[in-house]
């Protein structure tokens, strides 16, 4: 009997199993009561976006914002470098750290990320350098390095390791928040220096970046030399900087002088 049971299941089976190879990944997802319309909406969207991938909804006043009600507060680490220290300097960095550990009643999350290095700022430096520099032999070195510091930085070879702290605070309205995570970032701020740690609370443009990093690995574009350019500006102001003859008809319509300045909306 068992033998002729399952004789009997097996070409149902085979359509089942057959009949699920068929569907489409989503098709399994979608419930039998679910609207044809929310099944199309899930459809065409595309892939998840930043609130839905880390349930952030602002980065403001160098607080993270996230869903119901949480906040972060990134702090960078720049520790000393350990392997030069004695061993006597070393057992002390050792227990001061220990005591940061057990001395902290909240909790927090740490970070480590590597990046490629960004020559960029010493060579808008060294730019500057060079246009006031008169020696000949020292603009000729000054030459010399801008190009070492751009083959360095196009090549990407060199990996630097940042570390960072993150404080959280939750369940509670924001303008309390941000009082109890500026203090829990003083907090282990004040710890980790005794351990020569240098702790900095990020700044929002500093949060963005290291988010835009962490989605975009291998890249050197910084959303805050965007914002820094104006790319979020709605309005360029100024005498006769943007759409002379709009302007001009403007102050025939409206009477102004020719000398009062105007914001031309930019798009």
């Known amino acids: 009997m068992l033998a002729i049971a399952v004789a009997a299941s097996v070409p149902f089976l085979l359509r089942m199993a057959d009949r699920r190879a068929e569907q489409g990944p989503w098709q399994k997802n979608n419930k039998p009561g679910q609207p044809a319309r929310e099944r199309e909406t899930r459809r065409k969207k595309g892939g998840p976006s930043l609130r839905d991938l880390w349930e952030i ?25 350990f392997d030069l220290l004695s061993e006597g300097e070393q057992q ?29 700022t010493p060579q808008a430096e ?37 570390s960072y ?45 290291l988010l835009h ?5 291998g890249g050197y574009a910084h959303p805050s030399d965007y914002i820094e350019a104006g790319v979020l500006d709605l309005c360029l102001t100024g005498k006769g900087v943007l759409a002379n003859n709009i302007q001009e008809e403007t102050r025939k319509e409206t009477g102004e002088e020719p000398g009062e300045t105007r914001a031309v909306l930019a798009g």
């Open 126 to 162: 060294l730019y500057n350098s060079i246009a006031r520099e008169t020696s000949g032999v020292r603009r000729a070195y000054a030459d010399v390095l801008l190009s070492y510091l751009e083959t360095l930085m196009s090549q990407r070879a060199i990996l630097v390791k940042r």
């Open 213 to 217: 990093h962490m989605l975009n690995r």
């Open 57 to 81: 909804k602002d980065v403001r006043d160098g607080v993270l914002h996230l869903t119901r009600s949480r906040y972060r507060m990134i702090l960078r680490l720049a520790p000393v470098n």
């Open 92 to 120: 002390v960095i050792e227990n001061a750290l220990m005591a940061t550990c057990q001395g902290i009643d909240f909790p927090v999350q740490f970070l480590c990320t590597t990046e490629g290095i960004d020559t960029r």
């Open 165 to 209: 702290a993150i404080v959280g605070c939750e369940g509670m309205p924001y303008a309390k928040a941000r009082g109890v995570l500026e203090h829990r970032a003083a907090v282990l701020a004040g710890s980790l220096s005794r351990a020569k740690v240098t702790a900095t609370a990020l700044s929002s443009e500093e949060i963005v970046d």
